[in-house]
T-cell receptor
Framework: GENVEQHPSTLSVQEGDSAVIKCTYSDSASNYFPWYKQELGKRPQLIIDIRSNVGEKKDQRIAVTLNKTAKHFSLHITETQPEDSAVYFCAASRDSNYQLIWGAGTKLIIKP | ETGVTQTPRHLVMGMTNKKSLKCEQHLGHNAMYWYKQSAKKPLELMFVYSLEERVENNSVPSRFSPECPNSSHLFLHLHTLQPEDSALYLC???????????????FGPGTRLTVT
């Protein structure tokens, strides 16, 4: 069946450094790729998303890149700050299906 | 109350009990979802009600029964649960437009369920 693999499961970076989380997907018809952030004890919230008609999207310190040929997409966080500590989930979907296929999550730890 | 709300926030129940989880969205959305979140499977989709159609995850046991009386309310009826059903149950909603793809899902705060 369709699946999304997410790596790494845990990522520890020094405050101020960059963090990169990668996801690969199996369904070549997927065309929507969101990233959600879940802080400890809180609900998941969308932080950025990308559709397959673009290769990169930026929003301040976060960016997402998409490689449709290789079927992978990545989340990039620059100049990491303590408030970036959270679990990040990637997901994939296609227009004809309202369901998101979720990655297993990455726990990002920002070391002071 | 704004956004997506869930009640109760915490629930402890025995294996022979029957209880219900409630979700309400105040966003005017037309799709609602139940997710199970546990250490084993961080975000597991259980049920989707989209454009008034129910879509099921075939791996969900029959002891979980969803109900969606209208586009703003969603229930999850629980009976004869097992200890492994202990988890955080998250509700979400989104606005779906037929043929135009998936949009942002807004999550509720979740119900922390403990089955004893």
């Amino acid at each position: 069946g369709e699946n999304v693999e997410q790596h790494p499961s845990t990522l520890s970076v020094q405050e101020g450094d960059s963090a990169v989380i990668k996801c690969t997907y199996s369904d070549s018809a997927s065309n929507y790729f969101p990233w959600y952030k879940q802080e400890l004890g809180k609900r998941p919230q969308l932080i950025i998303d990308i559709r397959s008609n673009v290769g990169e999207k930026k929003d301040q310190r976060i960016a997402v890149t998409l490689n449709k040929t290789a079927k992978h997409f990545s989340l990039h966080i620059t100049e990491t700050q303590p408030e970036d500590s959270a679990v990040y989930f990637c997901a994939a979907s296609r227009d004809s299906n309202y369901q998101l296929i979720w990655g297993a999550g990455t726990k990002l730890i920002i070391k002071p | 109350e704004t956004g997506v709300t869930q009640t109760p926030r915490h629930l402890v129940m025995g294996m022979t009990n029957k209880k219900s989880l409630k979700c309400e969205q105040h966003l005017g959305h037309n799709a609602m979802y139940w997710y199970k979140q546990s250490a084993k499977k961080p975000l597991e989709l259980m049920f989707v009600y989209s454009l008034e159609e129910r879509v099921e995850n075939n791996s969900v046991p029959s002891r979980f029964s969803p109900e969606c009386p209208n586009s703003s309310h969603l229930f999850l009826h629980l009976h004869t649960l097992q200890p492994e059903d202990s988890a955080l149950y998250l509700c979400a909603s989104s606005q779906e437009i037929s043929g135009q793809g998936v949009y942002e899902q807004y999550f509720g705060p979740g119900t922390r369920l403990t089955v004893t």
